[in-house]
Structures are given as structure tokens and as C-alpha cells.
């Protein structure tokens, strides 16, 4: 294959690039050589008017010229794309959920103590989850609490509620419109399940009746699924709170025996953490000729091992072909989701032995070594063995680690960011309410290969801090940030004055790590607590989100339950909806009457920064707080980045 050589194109990062550079050398294929070898990609797929439902199927239909307009069914554009929409937030929402379910089980079998290498670490967190549900927790032994608790939970997942429990969050309004749209999330199987059956061809035909289920669907990921992984990898791992650490390439180490934790559930990656200070673990380690085991994360577990533990962090979603290409990498430990299969290929090239670990993810060419809760410690114990051993297959002179490591602060849990402002959100309530903070963006999402990566993150980013607009990251948003220098408190220089002076004051940086992509679930947290303080709607609140690179389910699904939670999101990629005018105008406006937000499209981060700070300023105005006028704001006349996104 011949390989591209424009890596300047492809990212703005320049760890990724030297190791771009490297992959074309070795003639090795990365995700940017196999986007290039699908294009051009099918319009019809990306406008959304594809279906393969059934087997009178496949069908496209063109919604513009000349080709068939239904289905063989009879299924028009506006339905196709709307099933299809509705299929991606339900296998979004299911992963984040079946993650949640899977922290669960564990939760549930500590509390029976049948684990090996778990405890509950944050008992004042379970007690208060435990009181949220009318469970008693006076005089209590804890793990009969826990099991109460597990109980509570297992039920959101079952069909026979009328409502999800953490919905007692939510703000009345917000449950109110809900209520009154039939949205209200009942249980998160139920809302997954009904999904797939009313796009089973034949059954539900109205787009904006499907639309709205899928709303609902994605409620019960950001209230359910989500919230309770979130929630019990607290308890169990325990609540961050600020740390600082380091994060790109560079914290791989030369001299040591290197080992990536990739993937997105911290379960068996936090006892690897514990097996990797075995005292005879690390002697092994230095009979191998190594000077210790250096530990960093990839993607989502990274990120929940760098909130709670400082783990450092290798890089997000497009570093993971890259991290192997330094050749320092002894063994890439994968639990489920975001790990592309050309990992094992990739590790071919080099002595890095890939181990998944869960029975429902296995990745051919991979050693599996099995999660087991019972065995946690013992398994953890295995892994990083295996690590060891790989080392003495290590070849020196194919090492090539590209960059010196940039610190960055995370750690931003609710609690965290609560207990910065003093135990209340008063203070950033008062803050925002005299403009020295305008408002406040969740940036999240992922890193897509059809954007020069990290530069809608970090350009995006850095408009809105200057604009005096605090702003919350996760999962590889947080990264590409951290990478750029982002996420130090000295990097409250970067912000305009207001934000700058509340950072320095607090001695936290502008952009504020909240976690990985399930941790979204503290964003909703936060803004409901947000609106409760202030006696109004999420939607009334001066916030917006945005996914400048998102590329997954789970992303369509987090930008839904966004959405209907009542906060603006813009998008960095466009969504397979364009073959459907009508789908369209209802997500990109009518659903602004609906549930009081919509999402927009904007791939320009500096024109994204300017629809954010306009949408920013009107809710500022609604609430008839001082504000700039929105008509005045536009988009920067000079890019930061413009020569890498060229
Ligand atoms: Fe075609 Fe309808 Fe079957 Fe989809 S459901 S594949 S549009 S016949
Ligand atoms: S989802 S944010 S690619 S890890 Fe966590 Fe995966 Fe990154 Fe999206």
C-alpha cells in the first residue's frame, strides 16, 4: 500500500507525528491510511438514507434526484434516517449501560466478598447513593448497605418502573417537560430494547416519533447507564479529587517495563494498578534489566486511572496504533470499546503482546487472559508478568519515544469542583451571575481521523477560555487539551481575565478534567445542580456542549441526553442524518421548542467558538444577567491552528 506522507494534515500533535512519519518508513498501515483507501466513502450511507433493516434490503434512497425514493418497504428518507439514528444512540447508550452493569456485578459480588483486590473505597459516597434511595444506612454494617444498594440498581436496568431513581436529581421543570413528552426514562434495558423493536421494519414510521424515543433512549444512558458506572467506580475506586500528572508519548520510559491500559472500564485495570507495586513483581521486572513497570493509560481507562490514581496518560483515541510504534511498549492490556482490531497487526511489527481481558471483547491475534472479579488481584498479577516477560523481547534500537511528557492536571469530579468553590455551586453561581465567568461548555467526545486531530479540541478550547467561559473535558477532549498545555493551572495565562482571576484564586486550571466518556453522567450532575441553585431549568443556564471529533455511538448518544437534558451542543462531524430535510430542521431547530436546546453542525472550531459564545450571551440575557450582544460576536478573524487544519 503506498503509504500518505502528510502527517502534518492528519494531526496537530507532534509525538503523533513523529511516529506518523515512523509508520510510513516501516511501510506501516495506520487509521489515516485506511480512511484514505475507503474514500470516497458512500454518500448514501453518510447522508443516512441506507438501510439494511431486512432482507428485501439493502435499500438507499435518494432523497434529491433521480434515483428510487422508498424503501423496498416503502420506508421513505425522513424514516430510514431516523431509524438509523435511533439504532446508533441505542447501541451507544447499551455500551455505556452494559460498562455500568459491568461495574455493578462487581459491586454487587464485593459486597457478597467474593472479590479478590476490591474494597469500597468512598463508604460516605455509597451511604449517600444508598440514603438517595431510601435505603437505611444508621448503625448499618456497609456491605449490608452495599447490598441494598446493588439491589436498587439492578432494578433501573429491569422494565417494571415507571422512572429512573436518579432522576430525583433532575430539576422539576426538566422532569416536567419530559413527563409531558412521554420521554421520562424508565428502565435502561427497556428504553435499548424498545428502541431496536420500533425500527424492526414495520412498526414505527414516524420520524419524529422515533426521534423521540431515542431521546428517551439516550435519557436512560446519561441518568442510568452511565450515572451508576460513574457513580460506583467512586465508591469502589474512589471520588477524584485534583492530581497532577503527565500525558502524551513521552511517559513511556526507555528504561522500564511499559505497560498501557486501553479501553474504557477501570475494573481490571485498577488492580493491574496495585499488581504493578508488587514488591516481587518489580523485582522481577529489574532481573529483567528494567529500572521499574511504568504504567499509562490510552483512552477512557486511561482516563478514569488518571482522575482517581495520577496514572499518566499515553494519549487518546488515534494514539493507540502510535503508542505500540515507539517500540518501548511491552503490553497494550484492552478491556472494550474504541480499540481498533489493527492493534494486533500493528503489535506484529514490534514485541508488544496485546491482551484483551473481557470474554465479550476478544481481538484475534490477541492473548486473552480472562476477567474475573473473584480473581482480580491474581489476574492483574498475570498481566503485568506477561509484561515482564515480553520486556526481554524488547529491541533497543527500535525504541523511539518522541516526546518529553506535558504535565496536566485532572481530578474534577463534582465533589472536587464543589469542594474547590467551598461545599456549594454559590460561588460559581455568583461568578457567572456578574460575568467574570460567562458560562460554562462540556467539550467531549473523541478523536475522528477526518479531522486534523486534537485541533477542534484544543482550538475550540482555547476560544471559549479566552472568552472568560470555564470549560469541562472528557475522554480524549481531555486529553488532546492536556497534551497542548491546557490543563495546568499556570494555564490560567491562557483565559480572559475574569476566568483567569476565579483559576488563580482557586489555584485550578480553565479547562477542568471531569473524566472519562461515562463521566459525561457528572456534567448533567453538575448543571442540575446548577439549575437547582438557581430555582430555574438546566436549559435557562448559560451552557452549551460540544463533540468537535466525536466519532462513536456512545458520542450520538452523549449528544443526545445533552440535548434533552436542555443544553445546546454543537458537533464537529456532520451525523448521517442529511438525506432527511425534516430530521434535519427538528434536531437542528424544531427541538429547540421541544426541549429547550438543539444541536448544531460546525466542523470551523473558531466558528463553533462564536455559536457557542453567542448562544451563551442570550441565555445571559434571558436570565437578564449583564451580557455582550450576541449579534457583535463572531468568529476570530486569526486561526491558533490554521496551519495545521490547512
Ligand atoms: Fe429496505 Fe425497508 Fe428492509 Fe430497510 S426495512 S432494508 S428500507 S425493505
Ligand atoms: S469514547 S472519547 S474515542 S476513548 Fe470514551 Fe473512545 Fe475517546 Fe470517544
Known amino acids: 500500500m503506498n503509504r500518505t506522507n502528510s502527517n502534518g494534515k492528519h494531526t496537530i ?91 455493578l456485578e462487581t459491586f454487587a459480588a464485593l459486597a457478597e466478598g467474593k472479590t479478590s483486590g476490591y474494597r469500597i473505597t468512598d463508604a460516605e459516597k455509597l451511604k449517600a447513593l444508598a440514603r438517595e434511595r431510601g435505603i437505611a444506612t444508621d448503625s448499618r454494617p456497609i456491605e449490608d448497605v452495599a447490598r441494598d444498594l446493588a439491589a436498587a440498581l439492578f432494578e433501573e436496568f429491569g422494565t417494571r418502573k415507571e422512572s429512573l431513581d436518579f432522576l430525583a436529581r433532575v430539576p422539576a421543570k426538566r422532569r416536567e417537560v419530559w413527563r409531558k413528552l412521554g420521554i421520562t426514562p424508565r428502565g435502561i434495558d427497556r428504553e435499548n430494547v424498545e428502541m431496536l423493536h420500533r425500527t424492526h421494519m414495520g412498526v414505527d414510521n414516524d420520524y419524529a416519533n422515533i426521534l423521540l424515543h431515542a431521546l428517551r433512549t439516550s435519557l436512560s444512558d446519561g441518568w442510568g447507564g452511565s450515572m451508576i458506572a460513574t457513580e460506583l467506580s467512586d465508591v469502589m475506586f474512589g471520588t477524584p479529587k485534583p492530581v497532577l500528572s503527565r500525558v502524551n508519548l513521552g511517559t513511556l520510559r526507555a528504561d522500564s517495563v511499559n505497560i498501557a491500559l486501553h479501553g474504557h472500564n477501570p475494573m481490571l485495570s485498577d488492580v493491574i494498578v496495585q499488581a504493578a507495586q508488587d514488591p516481587e513483581l518489580v523485582r522481577m521486572a529489574k532481573e529483567a534489566g528494567a529500572a521499574g513497570i511504568n504504567l499509562v493509560g490510552l483512552c477512557c481507562t486511561g482516563n478514569e486511572l488518571l482522575m482517581r490514581r495520577g496514572v499518566p496518560m499515553a494519549g487518546n483515541h488515534l494514539m493507540q496504533e502510535l503508542a505500540i510504534m515507539t517500540g518501548a511498549l511491552e503490553a497494550m492490556v484492552v478491556d472494550y470499546q474504541c480499540i481498533m482490531p489493527s492493534v494486533t497487526e500493528v503489535a506484529k511489527c514490534f514485541h508488544t503482546q496485546v491482551i484483551s481481558t473481557f470474554d465479550k471483547a476478544r481481538f484475534p491475534g490477541a492473548i486473552h487472559v480472562r476477567f474475573d472479579p473473584e480473581r482480580g488481584i491474581e489476574t492483574g498479577k498475570e498481566i503485568v508478568r506477561r509484561g515482564i516477560e515480553a520486556f526481554r523481547n524488547r529491541n533497543p534500537q527500535r525504541v523511539r519515544i518522541p516526546a518529553v511528557p506535558v504535565p496536566m492536571m485532572a481530578g474534577f469530579s463534582v465533589e472536587a469542583i464543589l469542594g474547590a468553590l467551598g461545599g456549594t455551586p454559590q460561588p460559581l453561581v455568583d461568578a457567572i451571575a456578574k460575568g467574570t465567568i460567562r458560562g460554562a461548555v462540556g467539550i467531549v467526545g473523541c478523536n475522528n481521523p477526518k479531522i486534523p486531530q486534537d485541533y477542534g479540541h484544543v482550538a475550540l478550547t482555547r476560544r471559549l477560555i479566552e472568552n472568560d467561559i470555564l470549560v469541562l473535558v472528557t475522554g480524549c477532549a481531555a486529553v488532546a487539551n492536556g497534551k497542548a498545555g491546557q490543563m495546568t493551572p499556570e494555564a490560567a495565562e491562557m483565559a480572559g481575565p475574569g476566568l483567569k482571576a476565579v483559576c488563580k484564586s482557586l489555584g485550578i486550571p480553565p479547562v477542568l478534567h471531569v473524566g472519562s466518556c461515562v463521566d459525561n453522567s457528572r456534567i448533567l450532575v453538575l448543571a442540575a445542580a446548577l439549575a437547582n441553585a438557581l430555582g430555574v431549568d438546566i436549559d435557562q443556564l448559560p451552557l452549551a456542549g460540544a463533540a468537535p471529533e466525536w466519532y462513536s455511538e456512545k458520542a450520538v448518544s452523549i449528544g443526545a441526553y445533552v440535548v434533552a437534558s436542555g443544553i445546546f451542543t454543537v458537533l464537529g462531524v456532520e451525523p448521517p442524518i442529511f438525506g432527511s430535510k425534516k430530521v434535519v430542521e427538528l434536531l437542528a431547530s424544531g427541538l429547540e421548542g421541544v426541549v429547550g436546546a438543539k444541536f448544531a453542525v460546525e466542523p470551523d472550531p473558531e466558528k463553533a467558538a462564536a455559536l457557542i459564545r453567542k448562544h451563551i450571551e442570550a441565555k445571559r440575557a434571558a436570565l437578564g444577567l449583564p451580557h455582550i450582544p450576541p449579534e457583535t460576536i463572531h468568529a476570530a478573524e486569526t486561526r491558533l491552528y490554521a496551519e495545521a487544519a490547512d
Open 13 to 103: 500533535a507532534g509525538d503523533a507525528r513523529e511516529m506518523i512519519a515512523r509508520a510510513q518508513e516501516e511501510n506501516i498501515a495506520t487509521v489515516w491510511d485506511r480512511l484514505r483507501e475507503q474514500e470516497p466513502q458512500c454518500g448514501y450511507c453518510a447522508m443516512g438514507v441506507s438501510c439494511r433493516n431486512c432482507a428485501m434490503g439493502p435499500c438507499r434512497v435518494d432523497p434529491f434526484g433521480e434515483g428510487p425514493r422508498k424503501g423496498v418497504c416503502g420506508a421513505t428518507a425522513d424514516t430510514i434516517v431516523a431509524r438509523n439514528l435511533g439504532r446508533a444512540i441505542a447501541a451507544g447508550a447499551s455500551a455505556h449501560s452494559d460498562h455500568g452493569r459491568d461495574i
